[in-house]
């Protein structure tokens, strides 16, 4: 249980901090939904992006 609260509470800090959600700017129940929406998305896409994509090997590990 603390896990998942753990999980999704760091989601919830994302949004805020790096999508910078602590404002919604549109007015209104659609408004908000629609704003919220959007920015799950981005965190959704960046995340998958992420694991999409494999690991790129580190500038120290490249031979000259």
Known sequence: S???RK????????????LR??????RG???A???FL???TAQNLRR??????PM???ATEVPA
């Open 56 to 58: 790129a090997p580190k």
């Open 29 to 31: 129940f659609s408004g």
């Open 21 to 26: 959600l602590d404002k919604l700017r549109l």
């Open 7 to 18: 999980k999704v509470e760091m989601l919830f800090a994302h949004l805020k901090r790096i």
């Open 48 to 53: 998958m992006a992420k694991w999409l994509m």
């Open 33 to 35: 939904r629609d704003e």
């Open 38 to 40: 959007l920015a799950a």
């Open 2 to 4: 603390m896990k998942d």
